[in-house]
């Protein structure tokens, strides 16, 4: 008996068998330059209902600080800031980070576009779960990061590691197709943009 | 457990009952014209949409005629990341794949991300026989879920379900499962959303097995790309020990730039947003990091099939956006139930045929249940000619019935149509008996057509199905070669 994989395989070429490969692939066209990417990556921000605040690098442990206030929080290994009362990531479980109110990272790539954040998960930015669990997520964003769209971020971006894009808080449009904030992802995104 | 699309009658009957639910139409028409105007402001935004839908066309394109290679290099590159490769050749190799792997782990449910490719094969189903709970995590499908309904949407399958009717059902049911309901729930959908969030909570926390489908994989990298809102698909692809991702054949893209046109037009055609919340991206296992088992189901199940029609084909570019279901005057009337299937709409109207051939009743039903309007076609992403290929599957359902014992009335029209036709006496025959049946129907008919030509009402036999619903001009009572005749050509 021949395999599923060789079946597979066997009944593509058979059903290409008199199809030419080769086909012109225009390329993806560019957005206009739309001037200010700083301006425009936080209106789109703002736009999904995240909170923007701008600051300067030696405003920011105070301005986190502050995002924060009361809450117990958790930091990547390698964030490089003073976060009052936060815990570094151990390799937590589920089930304590869901007891944790919020998470400190830090970000790969701004796309000014469609007002995303990329996380590609080094150090600084820790694991998956960290950001994902605990219901408020502070992202320190440096407007070095900004690009203009995604083609800018896509050849940023190292495809071997795992990525987060986050476009907002968690939403759904599952109701009526209304979109509201507030699901299972953190139900508050706070972005820092450090000038 | 949800139910089964198994025994659905053709699209005629199914659409005559859902044209009889008021309710179901007013919540559909809310629903589509709301997604239809999000997704015209985003699209409206990007200066060369038509140009990117030509570049997103052009990759789906290019990875489908040369699929065998990329299909082997996508093998290769996952294997190297540390996931495990499967292959299914139908819904039952993928269904026992899946639930040879949760077995191995001893776990008795799996959390589920949304997923088209695993509502397409029943895995739900399967597994339950297997005695293995699969959790929907998707806002809509455990709405579908806990309603024992069916999905009428490819982005929403809940999408005619109204607020109340979700309050009801989260009501009536969560408690069953998991964590009940609050008592004060109300209607507000932030509220019914945190519901939802509160109910699905432990299961993300305990699950040790997720499954999911992919948007995209992409074949140079061995990366998957799920594409989401809620953060569910984060939680399943993040927190549980195993993942097992069940992937349409065709979904793989060549390249890691190939997903540059599809992540700008897949988030602006389906939710109508420039960028949905969530995009999750992995390539195997990564230490330390999420799921360090992954396993991934390269999936046909018909697949093969399609790639094999030469109009159809293009039909496998499709990225499940659910454009041509908002816009489509069909869809919008009927709801997806009445399609039979989980692919509703334009898309599954054409879809359904070629995965599955047109030999059922039902099936073969799907090519003719549209206008053949075009607008589906307009808002494809990535330019399906929707409508072309709905005619080449009708001509599939009349070639597949040539050799039927007992012909259609419309197959012996068209034999009685050809054999006057060919010779000239028995076209002068024909017309001349048209030119009565002309005189006779002006003569009695209660029915005029604007600018007064008379037209037939409802005629009786096997003539009903077509003038119950159209009106039939009156034929002239002169044809035009006896008018030639007549006047020599317009001399006389």
Known sequence: ?????????????????????????????????????????????????????RCTSAELGGVVAEVLGARTSVVPPGLELEVPNAVVDDAFTADQLDAIDAVVTRARVGIAETGTIVLDHQPDQGRRAISLVPDLHVCIVDVSQVVADVPDAIALLDPSRPLTWISGPSATSDIELNRVEGVHGPRTLHVVLVL | MSGTFVGMPAFPTAARAALGDTQLRRNLAHATQTIRDKRALVVAEV???EDLRLAGAGVKEAALRDLATHLETLEASLTRAGATVHWARDAAEACAIVASITHAHGADEVAKVKSMATAEIGLNEALEAEGIAAWETDLAELIVQLGDDLPSHILVPAIHRNRAEIREIFQRRMGDVGKAAPADLSDEPAVLAGAAREHLREKFLRAKVAVSGANFAVADTGTLVVVES???????????????????????????????????????????????????????????????EVHVVLLDNGRTRALADDVGRQALRCIRCSACLNVCPVYERVGGHAYGSVYPGPIGAILNPLLNGVSDEQTASLPYASSLCGACFEVCPVRIDIPSVLVDQRAAVVDSHRNDRVPSAEALAMKATAWAFSDSRRLAWAERASGIAGRVITRFSRTTLPGGRAASGRLPGPAAGWTGARDLPAPPAESFREWWDRTDGGQR
């Not at chain 1, 994989?5 to 390329?27: C, G, N």
Request: net charge negative.
């Open chain 2, 47 to 49: 200066e060369d949409w």
């Open chain 2, 230 to 292: 809620e953060g569910n698909g984060r939680m399943c692809l993040t927190l549980p020990e195993v993942l097992v991702s069940v992937v349409g054949i065709e979904k793989v893209v060549a390249t890691w730039a190939d997903l540059d046109p599809m992540l700008r037009l897949l988030p602006r055609s389906s939710t109508g947003e420039r960028m949905n919340p969530y995009t999750s991206t992995w390539s195997g296992v990564s230490p330390g990091d999420g799921p360090q």
């Open chain 1, 1 to 53: 008996m021949t395999s599923a994989r060789d079946d597979i395989l066997a009944a593509v070429r058979s059903a290409l068998a008199d199809v030419s490969p080769a086909v012109s692939v225009p390329a993806a066209p560019r957005a206009p330059d739309r001037g200010d990417l700083v301006a425009l990556f936080v209106e789109r921000v703002e736009d999904y209902r995240a909170v923007v605040t």
